[in-house]
């Protein structure tokens, strides 16, 4: 596993510790991996999910850095989502609150 997916994963578990997400998302990262994300946290063994978004890796990080917000990433084309556009949304307004 790459030292990106790494920190993602405990970036990520750490923001959704008492914000739970209910559904499941998998966050592609191109040429680096996968996220699944569920009610279970977040981790790398494939699961059902019912959006996938995508984005490269230079996107990816500066999402996690907060450098660029994941909306803002889709408007321009730098994440594409696949599925249930709203189950994004919601994932990032949890990822977003703290």
């Keep these: 596993m790459s030292t990106i997916i790494e920190n993602a994963l405990i970036k990520i578990n750490e923001k959704?510790?008492?914000?739970?997400?209910?559904?499941?998302?998998?966050?592609?990262?191109?040429?680096?991996?996968?996220?699944?994300?569920?009610?279970?946290?977040?981790?790398?063994?494939?699961?059902?999910v019912n959006c996938t978004m995508i984005a490269d890796i230079g996107t990816f990080e500066k999402i996690l850095k907060g450098n660029i917000k994941?909306?803002?990433?889709?408007?321009?084309?730098?994440?594409?989502?696949?599925?249930n556009i709203s189950i994004a949304i919601n994932l990032a307004k949890k990822l977003n609150s703290k």
Excluded at 70 to 83: C, H, L, R, V
């Design 70 to 83: 994941a909306t803002s990433a889709f408007m321009t084309g730098k994440i594409k989502i696949k599925g």
């Design 16 to 48: 959704l510790k008492n914000n739970i997400f209910e559904d499941s998302i998998k966050i592609e990262i191109l040429n680096e991996g996968f996220i699944i994300i569920n009610k279970n946290g977040a981790f790398t063994q494939p699961s059902e």
